[in-house]
């Protein structure tokens, strides 16, 4: 039989992945540039471990203006080729370029929804594979795992914190849409 799974509360007295546990991890958020800039951490991470991403993540807040979506989704030529040899970030082209096209696809959604977090308010609940196929449909670099650990991430899914960890008590405090019953209206 294969150990269980690793919860990702073991990892809370972490220098990097401590703080993130105790303060960012699986906790509501409605702000338009922390949600696009989780999407871009967790779409960076594919193939990496969350540790460099953690260890990066200052730098890609410089890189990339703050996640500031209306200045990513303008980046020129320039602005990718100065991301592209930015040793601070991930230098892979097909990221740097879902960055800007996914900036680009938040603007779409505001100007229909009127925030990337009201998009995903309208869209909650859903099972994961529906919202695995609705980032697919919506966003560049997206696959289910991106997926889920974004919505994990932010509170849209459970399973970011072990029900015992005190950090389950501060989140469920601040009702994340998973904790969220539907009313139908």
Known sequence: MPPAPMS?????????????????????????????????????????????????????????????????????????????????????RLKVSAAIENAKRIQELRDEFGSFASWLDVNHPLSLEAWSKLFKRTFKFTGGEIVREFLVSTGYLPGAHDPECPVFARIAKKEPPWMRIPDGT
């Open 8 to 92: 990702y509360c073991e990892l809370a007295d972490h220098p990097f992945h401590g703080p993130y546990h105790d303060e960012e991890y699986g906790f509501p958020i409605q702000d338009d540039a922390r949600l696009f800039e989780r999407l871009m951490l967790e779409v960076n991470q594919a193939g990496l471990s969350w540790l460099t991403i953690l260890k990066k993540k200052d730098n890609f807040r410089r890189a990339y203006d703050g996640f500031d979506i209306d200045r990513v989704a303008g980046y020129t030529e320039q602005d990718r080729a100065r991301l592209l040899s930015d040793s601070g970030i991930i230098r892979n």
